[in-house]
């Protein structure tokens, strides 16, 4: 090894942008060393599995330890590569004074604790210096050398080089030089990384703001008057300042997104993102990687390195729409970095900590699904700290005049149009309807009102079986009338009156004068009925 042997190393990592790859770069190079045993490199990292830690005993410090990211070397004896980043060498403790073991590892962990460059030249001499006696002799290792890798007076980890040949003061100062070019390299790729991840976590947020805009000026601010809805939302200003997991239940198009939206906006979080996961547009095999990530090449298509759903929404919120979708065989990783706030990327063996509140929605019984055992008992309490439930249209028809007139002045600001009036004839019809798509389907019908009206009065389409489904029941006064010498009173005349009524304005599709009006139906004048 000489000068430029190291210089032509230094070179071909210089102007590269992923970290992956100068590592494998640095000891790929040097392992083509005609007298190289092994090259490795520790970084320092915090520490992540120190309960199954081999040194955990004579670790001083768990917050922070060496961790192995690249590896290469050739056996004399076996057409192996030493490639591997696992076993007793994936981690080292880190020591700031001489009080360690007297074994590489030891030494390894003193480099990068102190800064401090080591030199053993007489392992022929004294295999026992290393971890394993055997394999040194084995291998006919002379010499080891190790480098701190400083950037701007940081020590970022230790490149360790392990030689058949025995190494001298000038091949050390070769190392440090290396060494130095090395940890610019790493530092120049760190940041480029993270500027792609900030990059495209930007690109993310602004997804979901612009979807977010979108679907404020969908659903406006939260209306309505009833009883239920200010019940939700008494419950909502309880919990939004903590950080409790919510569970929202209620059927689809009741707003459970819009609930996620006002909790958030009124937790501390508010200045965080709020990101959104559709499990029920996922397909099952890509679940992991939406929530957690991957790295470039962890499987077939993984083109590039990917942020997770939760990194993305780190110190924020994340709403898990249609919860009860997620396969049961990722639920108990959802539990963990639910419990603990950790989890790893696919193809990394690096644990990353992050901090998210979770508001989860769903519109099945999850009770039900523990019972088939699709749910996760443990996960459904989990996510149930604070369960909200949201109750459908059909149950607070006070609110559908509300809805309805704000929906009208969206859709016409939206198109243009002078906004139209919403008679009375109208919010009968909308409050006799069951509306079983709720909130959403309301909208749907007023947009499509709007729109065929061009501008002039509205007209209400609302579906022929559902009208049928809504036509008042035939009620006991109602068929008493066909018992002859019954004698009705005056209350069952006004029951029979207002039900034959809404029975004509029905088959007249609400239409009141004209040819085949509801007045004609009835035989009534059109100002009548409409009095009536």
């Known amino acids: 090894m000489n000068l430029e042997f190291f210089q032509s190393i230094a070179l071909s990592v210089a102007n590269e942008r992923s970290v992956d790859v100068v590592f494998r770069t640095i000891v790929n190079g040097l392992a083509d060393g005609p007298d190289v045993v092994l090259a490795r490199i520790w970084l320092i990292e915090p520490g992540d599995i120190c309960h199954v830690c081999p040194w955990l ?72 210096w290393l971890l394993d006696p ?78 977010k805009v979108r679907d404020v000026a969908a659903f406006g601010n939260i209306v309505g008057q009833s009883p239920a809805l200010e019940k939700i939302l008494r419950q909502i200003y309880l919990v939004a300042p903590t950080d409790a997991t919510v569970l929202i239940h209620g059927e689809s198009g009741t707003g459970k997104e819009l609930i996620a939206l006002a909790i958030h906006q009124r937790s501390k979080r508010k200045n965080r993102p709020l990101i959104k996961v559709n499990c029920a547009s996922i397909p099952r095999e890509l679940f992991e990687s939406e929530f957690f990530g991957h790295v470039k090449g962890a499987f077939t298509g993984a083109l590039r390195d990917r942020t997770g759903r939760f990194q993305l929404a780190d110190g924020g919120t994340l709403f898990l729409d249609e919860v009860g979708d997620i396969p049961l065989e990722l639920q108990s990783k959802l539990l963990r970095v639910l419990q603990e706030g950790e989890f790893e990327r696919i193809g990394e063996e690096k644990t990353r900590r992050v901090n998210v509140r979770v508001i989860a929605a769903t519109n099945r019984d999850l009770k039900k699904e523990m019972e088939a055992k699709r749910f996760r008992q443990d996960l459904y309490f989990r996510l149930s700290a604070f369960p909200l439930e949201i109750v459908p249209l059909r149950n607070r028809k006070e609110d559908i005049p509300l809805l309805a007139k704000e929906f009208v002045k ?17 919010m009968l019809q909308l409050q006799n309807y069951d509306w079983p798509g709720n909130i959403r389907e309301l909208r749907n019908v007023i947009e499509h009102a709007v729109i065929v009206s061009r501008g002039r009065e509205l007209r209400l389409n609302l579906p022929e079986i559902s009208m049928e489904k809504t036509l008042p029941p035939i009620s006991s006064s109602a068929k008493s009338i066909e018992r002859s010498g019954e004698i009705l009173t005056f209350e069952d005349l006004r029951k029979l009156e207002k039900e034959n009524m809404l029975k004509a304005l029905y088959q007249s599709n609400w239409k009141v004068s004209g040819h085949g009006g509801a007045a004609e139906l009835l035989g009534v004048k059109p100002t009548t009925l409409r009095l009536r």
Request: charged fraction near 25%.
């Open 57 to 128: 005993k004579n670790c001083p410090d768990q917050t922070r330890c060496l961790h192995l990211v690249a590896s290469n070397g050739r056996s004399l004896h076996r057409k192996q590569r030493y490639t591997g980043l696992k076993g007793h060498y994936k981690r080292f403790p880190l020591y700031t004074t001489e009080s360690y073991d007297n074994t590489a590892t030891g030494k390894i962990g003193y480099i990068g604790g102190t800064g401090k460059a080591i030199l053993r030249n007489d392992i022929i001499e004294n295999p026992n």
């Open 134 to 211: 055997e394999w040194a002799k084995q291998e006919k290792i002379a010499s080891f050398a190790g480098q701190p890798l400083v950037f701007r007076d940081e020590t970022l980890g230790v490149l360790a080089l392990f030689s058949r040949k025995v190494l001298d003061q000038s091949h050390l100062v070769m190392l440090r030089t290396f060494a130095y070019n090395a940890a610019s390299a790493i530092a120049n790729a760190r940041a480029f990384e993270e500027i792609e991840q900030l990059r495209h976590r930007l690109e993310l947020e602004n997804e979901y703001l612009r979807d």
């Open 410 to 426: 969206q859709i016409c600001q939206s198109m243009g149009l002078k906004e139209l009036p919403l008679k009375k004839k109208h």
